[in-house]
């Protein structure tokens, strides 16, 4: 039976998989058309999915986000706080995340899936019964928030692959 972190992997393996078949081939307009004024973007989408499991990750591995650390912040240049990561965001935000390229959009995915991927490469099953968050009740545990983020960004992806399919049936 495989670990618990062998599992995470291939969880994070097929978001992946999905954000590069939502983004590849298309181009900054068309990753930036929103299906109506209140629905988001392919590029906000797979913006904020990564944003998320960067994040979080980071935050779990106490280590800097790849956004900051690698200069994909000032790659993508958007008008947000280094810090955002969509939480919050309005219809308003979502259309300033424009103008940005197939490439870059899964440049940054595959940085933060790379760390990902080698952050759970250290861990033990025991590891995810470490609270990361006692903030709620019950408190957080590692596996509960790696997860959490899983199943987010699984249905984020979804939504790009969704806007996609609208898009070509155009």
Do not use: C
């Not at 935000?93 to 595959?110: C, F, K, M, P, R």
């Not at 470490?130 to 959490?148: M, Q």
């Amino acid at each position: 039976m495989p670990a618990s972190s062998d599992l995470l992997i291939d969880g994070f393996g097929r978001i992946r998989e999905v954000v590069h078949e939502a983004v590849d081939g298309l181009g900054p307009e068309e990753l930036a058309t929103r299906l109506d004024d209140g629905a988001n973007s392919i590029t906000w989408l797979v913006w904020h999915l990564t944003r998320v499991q960067d994040d979080h990750v980071a935050d779990a591995a106490g280590s800097e986000q790849v956004w900051t650390a690698e200069g994909w912040s000032d790659r993508f240049e958007l008008p947000f706080k280094p810090a955002a990561t969509g939480y919050g965001h309005s219809s308003r935000d979502v259309a300033a995340a424009s103008g940005i390229s197939a490439d870059l959009l899964t440049g940054y995915h595959e940085a933060v899936h790379d760390r990902t991927v080698a952050y759970l490469h250290t861990l033990g099953d025991a590891d995810f019964e470490r609270v990361v968050d006692d903030s709620w009740t019950p408190a957080v545990t590692l596996g509960v928030r790696l997860v959490s983020v899983l199943s987010d960004d699984l249905q984020h992806a979804g939504q790009a692959a969704f806007v996609r399919g609208a898009l070509e049936r155009r």
